[in-house]
């Protein structure tokens, strides 16, 4: 029974130690980190998506028996590869950074084919039965694909893109007292 008061105690201290220990503040370690451009941070964005540019066009489409108009329409996403990007220049202690980023591209075109229209398909044959206004109507298709995606990534779309994905980098590093240079790779300025 002398026993008991004793492992009484010693339970008691040890629940109290078990409930007071993990309220108590201990030292922590500090972590600071550089809100500058890092390649990990540029990379973790991927794809800078900066224009979308719309696309409307005329096809006329000639063969398999028929002759057929269009009138297309679509769109195309311009884009920056940030996990091509690479720094050229950091000054930690002025906060100015230079980097270098590859040339804008068309990231994707697409044919919107619920505002894309049929303006007339005619038969060019007086053959019965052999012309395929379907085969036809693929062929121009494929080509409207091949058209937005050549528009979009015209000369002043491109330019236009890199003003935006310049400007868009420099005010996000600015917001952190960051001064960025933007060059790009394989421009001839």
Not at 71 to 84: E, F, M, P, T
Not at 92 to 120: G, Y
Request: proline share 4%.
């Amino acid at each position: 029974m002398k026993l008991l008061p004793s492992l009484l105690v010693a339970g008691v201290t040890a629940a109290a130690v078990l409930f007071v220990l993990p309220r108590l503040p201990l030292s922590q370690s500090l972590f600071v980190t550089s809100q500058g451009p890092t390649i990990e941070k540029l990379e973790q964005l991927s794809h800078l998506v900066t224009n979308r540019v719309y696309v409307a066009d005329v096809l006329v489409g000639n063969g398999a028996g028929c002759r057929g108009v269009w009138l297309i329409h679509g769109d195309g996403l311009i884009a920056v590869n940030l996990g091509r990007a690479k720094i050229v220049e950091k000054d930690e202690r002025n906060k100015t950074a230079t980097i270098s980023l590859p040339l804008p591209e068309v990231l994707e075109a697409r044919v919107d084919h619920d505002s894309t229209q049929t303006w007339e398909v005619r038969t060019t044959t007086w053959i019965p039965w052999t012309s395929d206004p379907d085969k036809l109507r693929d062929a121009v298709m494929k080509e409207a694909q091949k058209l937005v995606g050549h528009a979009a990534g015209s000369k002043e779309n491109i330019q236009a893109a890199r003003l935006a994905a310049e400007t868009l980098l420099q005010a996000f590093y600015a917001e952190f007292g960051w001064h960025l240079a933007v060059t790009w790779e394989d421009a001839k300025e």
